[in-house]
């Protein structure tokens, strides 16, 4: 705009308003203060695994965090039991648990589901094995019993157990038959669930609160036993199970649960932008896919340590460097879960509480990809590069975490309102009929039915967005 003097009795905010509209200025929309999760780190990663992800982004169009969610299972679940990284007086597991959040068909499943594929094939061809040994045994044993014994021949040998199938990945499985697997696989194995809230729901389907403590501890890595007249005994002393589900945005408030900090043990990944994808007819590049079957061939080759019969993991420790760096984080980490106790913020002391657990886990899942990425074979050190991803990580899941506790326990109605429909909500007066309603939805492109399920949604529930009178008239419950 030219310098133009003007009087000095031209109001001041006039003078504003001319300018503006010289400009063509927009007024300053309202501030969006709800935690945001952020980019997701791909830094944290080896750069091939990296340029994995990318190539994920590009070409099959997946969000980065949720092929994120895919892979760090993936691995997680190949490395299993057979390696641990010492922390001082106890040993951390590779076991990762995490929750893939977000609105309806954004695409939380299929990475997970592709990168998965490794250990989903590998089953497959196991299972089809262990049917056919089911049946010779079977057929073994009525043979046996047909069999006529002469009472001076000598006592037969024992019969064969029964052959047992030990795959890597599991869906829906009760706690008592997952009890058993574990028992027969010592290595652990992954659960993955598409809709995560039917495993909450699953929890106590048979046996009300015996599930969630057992989860706890196979979380912790405590023993388990499991003593049942049909389903036997069983002694599971280093229990592993990986998980990876996903929910939707608007059914979050289920996680809440009891307050055994169940919610806490979740890895949270969360794209701030949530939108569906047009499907594309590219191919991801075999060699990408075949790379990475190799690098999990390398985890699942991991042996354990088989010492006086007793499977075990193989122990490292941070280098020197890789230790000092972890003391740094823990001694800033500390003071924030002490600040955060003092002031009695529980919530948050709890996040920081297992968000530490996840330093060592994440640290050790990320050697063992370098590890694969570069073809060192043996060592018994995580390096400074892991403990550096492993905070990045750690930067990213706590930013989710909050942001899933504002989205359960903070936030109003409103706040759960994105895109369209925040915009929709926003130009509706404070209060209107359903035809001046309509109106305003057909400016913004929107239909008139669409627009009357809008207010039959937001006036209904325990905290409606709306209130509507005896005369149908509506008025706005809140203000963004």
């Not at 679940?77 to 590779?94: E, F, H, K």
């Not at 996040?351 to 886990?361: A, E, I, V």
């Not at 694969?372 to 550096?388: L, Y």
């Not at 404070?430 to 309509?438: D, K, L, R, V």
Request: glycine share 8%.
């Amino acid at each position: 705009m030219p310098n133009i003097a003007l009087p000095a009795s031209v109001n001041a905010d006039l003078i504003a308003d001319i300018e503006a509209e010289a400009l063509h200025l927009e007024p300053k929309p309202a501030e969006d203060d709800r935690p945001k999760a952020g980019p997701f780190p791909v830094d944290a990663f080896p750069k091939p695994v990296a340029d994995l992800l990318e190539v994920l982004r590009q070409k099959a169009r997946f969000p980065v965090d949720y092929s994120a969610a895919g892979l760090l299972f993936t691995a997680s679940t190949a490395i299993g039991n057979s390696t641990a990284l010492c922390c001082g007086p106890y040993t951390a597991s590779a076991a990762l648990w995490l929750l893939a959040v977000g609105a309806p068909s954004v695409g939380k499943s299929p990475p997970v589901d592709l990168l998965t594929r490794p250990l989903t094939d590998h089953d497959r061809r196991t299972k089809s094995e262990h049917d056919h040994k089911v049946r010779e045994w079977e057929a073994a044993q009525e043979e046996r019993k047909g069999k006529k014994r002469d009472k001076n021949a000598p006592t037969d040998e024992p019969p064969a157990p029964r052959p047992v199938w030990r795959p890597h990945v599991v869906g829906d499985v009760t706690m008592e038959a997952l009890i058993a697997k574990l028992s027969a696989t010592p290595r652990g194995l992954g659960r993955h669930n598409d809709e995560f809230l039917g495993f909450l729901q699953s929890m106590d389907a048979y046996r009300s609160g015996g599930d969630r403590p057992k989860w706890l501890s196979i979380f912790n890595g405590q023993p388990i036993t499991e003593i049942r007249k049909t389903a036997g005994e069983h002694l599971v002393p280093r229990p592993f199970v990986a998980l990876a589900g996903g929910i939707q945005t608007g059914k979050l408030a289920a996680l809440a649960g009891a307050d055994d900090g169940f919610l806490h043990r979740l890895l949270v990944l969360w794209p701030d932008v949530q939108r569906a994808e047009y499907a594309t007819t590219t191919e991801l590049p075999a060699e990408w896919i075949q790379w990475w079957k190799q690098v999990v061939d390398y985890l699942l080759g991991l042996e354990m340590d088989l010492n006086g019969g007793d499977p075990q993991p193989v122990v490292l420790r941070y280098t020197e460097q890789a230790a000092a760096m972890y003391a740094t984080w823990d001694r800033r980490h500390t003071d924030r879960k002490n600040a955060a106790i003092e002031a009695g913020d529980e919530l948050t002391a709890a996040l920081l509480g297992k968000l530490d657990t996840y330093h060592h886990r994440l640290a050790l899942v990320l050697e063992l990809l370098h590890r694969a990425c570069d073809g060192q074979q043996a060592g018994g050190e995580v390096r400074t590069e892991a403990v550096e991803g492993a905070q990045k990580l750690l930067d990213y899941f706590e930013r989710t975490a909050r942001k899933m506790h504002f989205t359960m326990f903070q936030a109003s109605p409103l706040d759960r309102l994105e895109g369209d429909k925040l915009d929709l909500y926003d130009t509706l007066p404070g209060e209107f009929t359903t035809a001046e309603a309509i109106v305003k939805a057909d400016g913004m492109g929107l239909s008139a039915r669409t627009m009357k399920r809008r207010l039959n949604e937001w006036s209904k529930g325990r905290q409606p967005l709306l209130a509507k009178d005896g005369q149908g008239r509506y008025r706005k419950q809140f203000e963004h």
